[in-house]
């Protein structure tokens, strides 16, 4: 199996303006080998990165760790629109020996600080670095709106957006603008970091119904319980979305309560009862609760714990139990994730839709 033997970071010692000509005979250079033969630009995909000074820090970790992976051309924009009139590029190269032999392969990383007008402007300096026929990525790390002057520019280089719903305090107008997005013609597709980290719970959640005798149970459950704390909201929420979009469960009534949101829907069992509360001591999303006739059906977790365990109950004693890893959620093993798809993830969409639907 083709393995890297050696890992090195180089970074470039000239900065300030560069052409895109500069640039790309710069990053010849970060690639050259030992003995003067140049090493092989990796790429398989590019990745537009938008960011501040702050976040660009644990981008570049990511994107090194993500090399060997998923090596890419990275461009990471960093701007500050108020800031005094600036530009400068910095530039990186991660590389490593593959499979025993002498060649070096390496993803490349051109970071771009511009502030002042050129700060608005962040396609122009994207669209030309792009290494062509490949597919294109643009990461929102942190806070996303897009009514942000560089997203309408940036949006069209790009064939998937990745962002984070939970980066911004507040939830329902974070998620009510993605779905805007989803349901524009001509944007990219959209992938959210808060989806990928409850795949294994939607996991879990399957599991316990795959049975055809269990499956049946879906049909008379009432109520439902979600508790999480105040930052995981958007992640309780698209979990909601998730079952009530599989389940195809109608939204009849929803509400703020003092630590969370009720909310009430129709389904095959007449009425189900939705229960979110922000009461979790430790766990972003710590525990879904499924009630049906005599059976009470849950994943839970802890925060100091990388498990998940699902149960499942009859008149107060286990009738099954499973526990599974969940994994850690570095940042990194999150994006990759999200790297692995192309297209249109119409589970999420329809989750999100739904997410919305109860914020009203």
């Excluded at 092989?40 to 570049?60: C, H, K, P, Y």
């Excluded at 107008?173 to 989803?182: C, P, S």
């Excluded at 970091?193 to 049946?216: H, K, T």
């Excluded at 879906?218 to 929420?237: M, N, Q």
Aim: charged letters at 25%; aromatic letters at 4%.
């Amino acid at each position: 199996m083709a393995a890297p033997m050696t890992d090195q970071t180089r970074q470039s010692a000239s900065s300030g303006v560069m052409s895109v000509e500069q640039i790309e005979h710069e990053l010849g250079q970060l690639r050259m080998n030992d003995d003067g033969t140049l090493g092989l630009r990796a790429s398989v995909l590019n990745l537009i990165v938008v960011a501040d000074d702050e976040a660009a820090g644990s981008v570049t970790e990511s994107v090194s760790k993500l090399a060997n992976q998923y090596p890419s051309r990275a461009i990471v924009l960093i701007s500050d629109p108020e800031g005094e009139p600036d530009l400068d590029i910095e530039l990186s190269a991660f590389c490593s020996l593959r499979g025993g032999g002498d060649a070096q392969v390496c993803a490349e990383q051109i970071t771009v600080h511009a502030s002042g007008p050129a700060a608005e402007h962040l396609d122009s300096f994207a669209g030309p670095l792009l290494v062509p026929d490949l597919p294109v990525f643009l990461w929102y790390p942190g806070t996303f709106t897009s009514s942000s002057p560089e997203f309408a520019g940036i949006a069209p280089l790009a064939d998937r957006l990745i962002l984070d719903s939970s980066a911004d305090g507040d939830s329902g107008a974070v998620l009510r603008d993605v779905l805007g997005v989803t349901e524009q013609p001509g944007m990219p597709a959209v992938g959210d970091i808060q989806w990928v980290s409850l795949s294994p719970w939607r996991a879990l959640v399957a599991e316990m119904f795959s049975a055809e005798e269990r499956a049946r149970e879906l049909d008379s459950v009432r109520e439902v319980e979600i508790l999480h704390t105040p930052k995981g909201e958007c992640r309780a929420l698209l979990l909601l979305g998730w079952l009530t979009s599989t389940l195809g469960w109608e939204l009849e009534d929803s509400s703020p309560t003092d630590n969370g949101r009720r909310a009430e829907f129709s389904g095959p069992s007449e009425n189900i009862t939705v229960t979110l509360s922000k009461d979790s001591p430790d766990a972003r999303l710590r525990r879904i609760r499924l009630h049906s006739e005599g059976l009470s059906f849950q994943v839970s977790r802890h925060r100091d714990r990388l498990d998940a365990r699902a149960t499942v109950m009859r008149n107060g004693e286990l009738v099954g139990e499973r526990t599974v890893q969940l994994g850690g959620f570095d940042l990194g093993v999150l994006l990759g994730e999200e790297l692995r798809y192309r297209g249109r993830d119409t589970a999420y969409e329809a989750a999100l839709k739904s997410a919305v639907e109860v914020l009203g």
